[in-house]
């Protein structure tokens, strides 16, 4: 057990948790960030990121996630890997002080005056035959990672968002085929996107479909689609798939101890507050706000001054 009371962990290692880091730390508060090392930041996996202001030619995700993890180190924020499995709040007896426990899935106990919850949310399943068995044999759900193991391959993309097209996008470079297999006939993702996908001769696209079976030997081979208008069913082969069709939030952990929506997403106000005191969210994992970064930035700024004002009116 690390005996130390933080003033402020944050649980999560993503731009919103980084930024709280930044802004703590400089603060001169002491910050423990807990990241994950079996979740990444969706931010890492993300190949070039053209509306980040700031940067006019674009970034590449990993690269800006280390460049905010560096900044918060340098202004002294602890940075460990760890799985978080709970968080207790502990008061003692006259109800005045609140302490939180951070226990992790290896027996760790982190204590902390605040939390900062800035876990985001984590790729959405199809839920079909074959996604199992075939996940990491040609099934996938990012894009940075394994799509240059598709060079000169047949790719399929499924999801008609953001992410399903700039990832179709980011495949063409690879892939000597990009399918888009989406189950209505428009796509929900920015024109800009849409455009650059119409306009790319290696991207086509399935509409009004969803898949019914992953199917393979070793690796995935062909795809079952059914058409969801005339219930016509086919074949498609492919080399690998690519299901980029929304996220869950990453919550299970704090879902016990504070509020969140039927969806799992925590609630808070506009400054971050959770219904719990001394318990902030930030970033992808509320509720109700735009899943972008220059949000979960801004997030995670919010969060790190609430927590400061917190901290300075807590009766410690
Ligand atoms: P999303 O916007 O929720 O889109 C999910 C897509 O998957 C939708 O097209 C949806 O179809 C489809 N879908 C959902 N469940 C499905 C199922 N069971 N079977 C087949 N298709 C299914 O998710 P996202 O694209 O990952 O984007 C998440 C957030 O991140 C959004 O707020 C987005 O704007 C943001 N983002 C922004 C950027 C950027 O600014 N460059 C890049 C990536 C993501 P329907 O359309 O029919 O609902």
Redesign the pocket.
């Known amino acids: 057990m690390d005996e130390k009371l933080y003033d402020v962990v944050i649980i999560g290692g993503g731009p919103a948790g980084y930024t709280s880091a930044i802004y703590s730390s400089r603060a001169l508060l002491n910050v423990l960030v807990i990241e994950s090392y079996i979740l990444l930041s969706q931010l890492s996996l993300t190949d070039a ?3 980040y202001p700031g940067y006019k030619d674009g970034i590449n995700g990993l690269e800006l996630l280390t460049n905010v993890k560096d900044q918060a180190e340098k202004f002294g924020a602890k940075i460990i890997q760890a799985n978080v499995s709970s968080v207790l709040e502990e008061k003692n007896k006259s109800n005045t002080k609140t302490i939180f426990e951070i226990h992790t899935d290896d027996n760790q106990i982190f204590k902390g005056k605040s939390v900062i919850i800035a876990t985001g949310a984590k790729a ?1 399943k ?2 079909v035959p074959g996604e199992q068995e075939y996940t990491a044999k040609g099934v996938s759900y990012c894009a940075i990672c394994d799509g240059p193991f598709f060079r000169n391959k047949h790719v399929a993309v ?7 097209i ?1 990832e179709a996008l980011f495949l063409s470079k690879f892939a000597a085929k990009v399918t888009v297999i ?3 006939d428009k ?4 024109k800009i ?1 849409q455009q650059k996908a119409f306009n790319n001769e290696k991207i086509n696209f399935i509409w009004n479909s ?1 898949i019914e079976q992953i199917i393979g030997e070793n690796s995935v081979k062909k795809l079952n689609i059914k058409n969801i208008e005339t219930n016509q069913k086919k074949y498609l082969d492919i080399d690998g798939l690519f299901i ?4 869950t939030p990453n919550t299970q952990y704090i879902a016990d101890l504070v509020q969140s929506n039927a969806e799992g997403y925590i609630e808070t106000d506009e400054y971050m507050h959770t219904d719990v005191k001394g318990v902030f969210a930030a970033g992808d994992v509320r509720a109700n706000t ?3 970064i220059a949000i979960a930035v801004g997030d995670g700024a919010k969060a790190a001054l609430s927590c400061e004002k917190y901290l300075e009116h807590e009766l410690i």
């Open positions: 990121i053209e509306n959405r199809l839920g499924v999801g008609g968002g953001d992410t399903a700039q989406h189950r209505r796509l929900r993702a920015q996107l969803k980029f069709i929304g996220f735009y899943r972008q």
